[in-house]
């Protein structure tokens, strides 16, 4: 089964659960998101690449900022995958991943895919994580807090 395939079946399941969430990824929304995170990255004086990523782990969004670092372009759709993928914010992860904890060395046999530091948020609609957010290009500290607006920007939106 491709990728593709895969998608179509998670977005059959979403629309028997009371609808899709196609809606919820609208573009002028998720501008709005950008917004908010791109004005948190202003006032920390930072630039980052802002990824907002479905529950079929598909980028709906991303947005570089001409200020951020190159390597964000990278980490940011990493840590919204990761957000998705573990059902929790990245900066949980870590805990869980380190020698002798229950899941540690998953970060290798992932390839490098999977994120353990702040930035990668998951977005939940009545209890269903419908999708991810990932920041990336500050300190761990100003990746979370700009995380956290896109987030809360998201929420506010999709009421």
Not at 78 to 102: H, L, N, R, V
Not at 132 to 141: D, F, N, P, R
Request: with cysteine; charged share 20%; hydrophobic share 45%.
């Amino acid at each position: 089964m491709n990728e593709e395939q895969i998608q179509a079946i998670i977005r059959e399941v979403l629309a028997k659960q009371g609808g899709s969430t196609m809606n919820l990824f609208d573009r002028h929304m998720m501008e709005k998101v950008i917004d908010a995170a791109v004005n948190r990255a202003d006032e920390l004086k930072v630039g980052v690449t802002i990824c907002i990523m479905d529950q079929a782990t598909t980028p709906q969004m991303m947005y570089h900022m001409p200020n951020a670092n190159l390597v964000s372009s990278t980490l940011a759709p990493k840590k919204a995958w990761s957000a998705i993928a573990m059902k929790e914010p990245t900066k949980d992860i870590s805990k869980d991943i380190q020698p002798g904890a229950p899941l540690y060395q998953m970060e290798t046999m992932l390839d490098g895919k999977l994120v353990s530091f702040p930035g990668g948020i998951p977005l939940v609609l009545n209890g269903t994580a419908i999708g991810a957010i990932g920041v990336s290009g500050g300190l761990i500290e100003e990746d979370q807090s700009i995380c956290e607006a896109a987030v809360a920007a998201f929420l506010k939106e999709s009421k």
